[in-house]
C-alpha cells in the first residue's frame, strides 16, 4: 500500500497548495489582436480534427505573452519584425545574379504570394516530389532563375525575406495538408514531435502539449505553434526562423539537433504548423 | 582526465595500498540498485549536506529544481519559481530519504511518463550531446549531478516538513 499511501499525499499536498498562495499555472491571457486597428487575428479556435483529443482549443503564443509584447504586435510600427520585412523588400526588389532578374522580375510585388504562407512547408512544381520550406523555394529560385548565389537558410537575408513573404499571408488561416502526399511527411514529423530526446530526455509533447500555460521558472510555457513564425525575438533582438527555434528546443534537452535545412525539421515544421491549421498567420510576430 | 574519475582513481588507490579509505566510492549510475524507484543507501557514500543542497536546488548550472518546482517558503530569497511539476511544500514528511533520494536520480521508476529529467542516469539517451554544445556524447555520460550532489539535494528537501500556513 506504500505506492497508494504516498500517491494519497500528493493529492493531499496539492490541494492544501491550492489555498496557500503557492505559485499557480497562468492562464492563456484573453485578448484580442487586431494589427493597424483593421486587420482581426484569429488567435483562438477549436481544436482541428486529428487534435481534438489532445487539444480542446488551438492558441496563438500570443495569449502566453506579456501585455507589453502583446501590444508590439498590434501595430506595424511598434513590430521591429517588420523592420526587417521591409528589408526584405528592398532585397525583393534588387536584382542580382547573371540572369539580370530580380525577385519583382517574375513575382511583381510581394502581394502575388499572399496566402503562399498558409501552406509552408509545400510540395510543389519545382521541388519535384520532395517536401520544401519556402527557404528552399527562394533558393530555387534564385540558383536557377536568377543565377545567384544561394543565401544561407538562417541569414539575414533569407530571414528578412521570409518575414516579408509570411507578412503577405497575415490575417489568413493556417491551411496545411496532413494527407496524400503529406502523409508520410507528416507522419515524421510527428515521431519527433514524440520523441524525448538528450540527456533531459524531453520531447515537444512534454513542455507544449502536457505543460502549456504552467510557467518554467518565469517562462509561461505556450502550445507551440509556428505561425508567428519568422518571428521577433526580444531575447534575442533579431528574427529567428522556425528551424532555428527548433534546434534551440533539442540543444536545451542536452541533445544533438537535426540540421537547419534537414527533411527531419522541414516534416517536424508540416507536423506543427497543421497542429496550428486555422490560426491566423502572424508571421513576423513578437515573442520574448 | 574528469574530476570524478580522478576521485576514482584516488579511491581506488588507496585500496590497492591496503589503506582506510576515507571517502566510499559513489555508485556508478548504471549500477545504481533501485528497489521498485526507491533508493535506500547513499550513492557516494556519504551524508547529505541541506545547504549545498539549497544551491544545487536553486543553482541554475547545478540542479535547478526551482525552475519547475515552487516550495513558498523559499518565495522570499527567490522569484519565479516554476507550475510544471508539484509544489515541494512539506516534501521531507510525506516522502522518506529513499524515495526523495530514487526519484531525483530517476523518477521515471515511479512516474514512467513524467516529464522530469533523470538527474543520476548515464546511459540509454536519444541523440545525447554533450551538455548545451548541441555536438554529439558518447555514453555513459556524467550524469546531470554528482552523487554527493544528489545527496545534498535530498537533505535539503527532507528539511522542508512543514506545509504553510
Known amino acids: ?194 520523441t524525448r530526446y538528450g540527456q533531459m530526455q524531453l520531447a515537444c509533447a512534454n513542455c507544449h502539449e502536457e505543460n502549456n500555460g504552467q510557467m518554467i521558472r518565469a517562462d509561461h510555457l505556450s502550445q507551440g505553434h509556428i505561425n508567428g513564425f519568422p518571428t521577433y525575438r526580444l531575447r534575442t533582438a533579431g528574427l529567428v526562423s522556425r528551424h532555428n527555434r527548433f534546434r534551440g528546443c533539442i540543444r536545451d534537452t542536452r541533445g544533438v539537433p537535426y540540421g537547419i535545412g534537414s527533411p527531419e525539421f522541414v516534416a517536424l515544421e508540416l507536423y506543427l504548423a497543421s497542429r496550428g491549421n486555422g490560426l491566423s498567420v502572424e508571421g513576423p510576430a513578437v515573442r520574448n | 582526465m574528469k574530476a570524478s574519475q580522478k576521485i576514482l582513481s584516488l579511491v581506488a588507490g588507496m585500496f590497492a595500498l591496503g589503506g582506510t579509505a576515507l571517502h566510499a566510492e559513489p555508485v556508478h549510475p548504471d549500477e545504481v540498485v533501485y528497489e521498485d524507484w526507491l533508493v535506500t543507501e547513499s550513492l557516494s557514500g556519504e551524508p547529505g549536506d541541506a545547504e549545498r543542497g539549497y ?25 519565479w519559481h516554476g507550475t510544471v511539476g508539484p509544489s515541494l511544500d512539506g516534501v521531507g514528511a510525506r516522502w522518506e530519504e529513499a524515495d526523495l533520494r530514487g526519484i531525483v536520480a530517476n523518477a521515471k521508476n515511479l512516474y514512467p511518463d513524467t516529464i522530469m529529467p533523470a538527474f543520476y542516469k548515464s546511459s540509454g539517451f536519444i541523440r545525447p550531446g554533450q551538455r548545451f554544445t548541441m555536438q554529439p556524447a558518447e555514453e555513459p555520460l556524467e550524469p546531470i549531478l554528482s552523487a554527493q550532489q544528489i545527496e545534498d539535494v535530498v537533505a535539503y528537501l527532507l528539511t522542508l516538513t512543514e506545509y504553510p500556513e
Not at chain 1, 146 to 166: C, V
Request: glycine content about 10%.
Open chain 1, 1 to 194: 500500500m506504500r505506492g497508494f499511501a504516498k500517491g494519497a499525499g500528493i493529492v493531499l499536498a496539492g490541494v492544501m497548495a491550492l489555498g496557500l498562495g503557492a505559485p499557480l499555472a497562468a492562464q492563456p491571457i484573453e485578448d484580442t489582436l487586431i494589427v493597424n486597428e483593421e486587420l482581426e487575428m484569429t488567435t483562438r479556435i477549436p481544436a482541428p480534427e486529428y487534435m481534438a483529443e489532445i487539444f480542446d482549443e488551438v492558441i496563438s503564443g500570443w495569449h502566453f505573452r506579456t501585455g507589453e509584447t502583446r501590444d508590439m504586435q498590434r501595430d506595424d510600427f511598434d513590430n521591429p519584425g517588420m523592420l526587417f520585412a521591409e528589408q526584405g523588400r528592398d532585397a525583393w526588389n534588387t536584382v542580382e545574379g547573371d540572369a539580370g532578374h530580380s525577385c519583382a522580375s517574375c513575382h511583381e510585388g510581394p502581394e502575388s504570394l499572399a496566402g503562399y504562407w498558409t501552406q509552408n512547408p509545400r510540395i510543389g512544381g519545382d521541388s519535384n516530389g520532395e517536401l520544401w520550406a519556402a527557404e528552399q523555394y527562394i533558393n530555387n529560385c534564385r540558383e536557377t532563375r536568377m543565377e545567384a548565389e544561394p543565401w544561407g537558410w538562417d541569414s539575414n537575408q533569407m530571414k528578412n525575406m521570409t518575414a516579408l513573404i509570411a507578412s503577405q499571408s497575415r490575417g489568413m488561416p493556417m491551411n496545411i495538408t496532413t494527407d496524400g502526399e503529406y502523409a508520410e511527411h507528416w507522419e515524421l514529423g510527428k515521431e519527433i514531435y514524440y
Open chain 2, 55 to 79: 544551491e544545487v536546488y536553486t543553482s541554475r548550472s547545478q540542479g535547478n529544481c526551482i525552475a519547475c518546482h515552487s516550495i513558498t517558503a523559499l518565495l522570499e530569497d527567490v522569484q
